[in-house]
């Protein structure tokens, strides 16, 4: 019986297939400068930001000297408060809340994720939220899943983890967790609900069959 059920962030609660995508889409707009130059600049701190082996703090200066301009640090916040959110997602996470434990596991920035936390009242929709940056690994080890399993207490195959990326599967499969593939530009949470009621039994709530365009009310949600 399924007691838990684990959510990617971006590409499953966001429509951005991951975060940096959505980040650095903001801040060319916001500078006018190239997609393509902001990745340059961004890339060579992106695999030790994830595992929080540095901050963006730490790390701006050099980023702006990559790009020949000095920027306020704020732009980088509006662009992680740019993150185009899947608001049916997060209602009807809220809904399972009510008879599941619920959580987040990502890859990602603990800043950013910092800022949709406080931003979405994330906390209070999820029983975990637990991020590679704090935990120093991330989905291509076990680790981030055995951490997740022993914090709600539930037992591997009690679990379901739901990803857009076929890759970030293997590992929670391999400890036993059931596992969902997500497809970012198709699924919904209407047909995702669907899905983990006939294919899982997990009960399934109501859910507002709209996308990120259209927010809907969320419990704590700021």
Not at 171 to 199: C, K, W
Not at 208 to 213: E, I, V, W
Request: a negative charge; charged letters at 20%.
């Amino acid at each position: 019986m399924i007691k838990a059920v684990l959510f990617d962030f971006d590409g499953v609660l966001t429509t951005d297939k991951t975060g940096s995508v959505s980040t650095i889409r903001s801040l060319s707009r916001q500078t006018g400068l190239a997609e393509g130059a902001v990745w340059d600049a961004f890339a060579p701190f992106n695999e030790q930001l994830l595992l929080g082996h540095t901050t963006h703090d730490a790390v701006w200066p050099e980023i702006c000297a990559r790009l020949g301009r000095e920027l306020d640090p704020a732009v980088l916040v509006q662009a992680f408060e740019s993150t185009p959110i899947r608001h049916d997602m997060l209602a009807y996470a809220a809904e399972l809340s009510s008879g599941y434990a619920t959580a987040v596991i990502t890859d990602n920035k603990a800043d950013r994720m910092s800022c949709l936390n406080d931003r979405y009242s994330l906390a209070s929709i999820f029983s975990l939220v637990l991020v590679s940056a704090d935990h120093g690994s991330g989905k291509e080890h076990t680790s981030i899943f055995e951490r997740a399993v022993d914090l709600l207490g539930v037992e591997p195959e009690q679990c379901v983890f739901i990803d857009n990326s076929q890759r970030n599967l293997v590992a929670p499969a391999a400890l036993g967790i059931n596992t969902v593939y997500f497809n970012e530009a198709a699924d919904t949470a209407q047909s995702l609900a669907q899905m983990l009621s006939s294919r899982h039994g997990v009960a399934a709530p109501r859910v507002t069959p709209n996308n990120s365009s259209k927010p809907t009310p969320l419990r704590g949600a700021a």
